[in-house]
């Protein structure tokens, strides 16, 4: 993680105090952190690790990542099924 300080000075224990505040309130991990200091304010800009995910479709009744665990069976029902266009 990378913690950058502008327009003045903070305590270690300031700095973790927005960083846990950050997380909790996003419930992700900090990757990057700016600070700038105004007088009695702060701006706090930063970017969160992105969290990766897979996509889960609804495919013939099944919520499926991928169907590449499927049968050959299943697979031709995915394939001969009718599908809309919105």
Do not use: C
């Given at each position: ?43 706090l ?27 050959d ?7 001969d ?6």
């Open positions: 993680m990378t913690v950058k300080v502008e327009g003045g000075e903070l305590s270690n224990k300031e700095i973790q105090a927005y960083i846990d505040h950050i997380q909790e309130k996003t419930h992700q991990v900090v990757d990057e952190l700016t600070i700038t200091v105004d007088g009695d304010f702060v701006d800009n930063y970017t969160l690790v992105p969290v990766p995910f897979e996509r889960i479709r609804r495919i013939t009744g099944y919520l499926v990542g991928t169907m590449d665990r499927w049968n069976a299943k697979k031709a029902e995915e394939r099924r009718v599908k809309h266009s919105v």
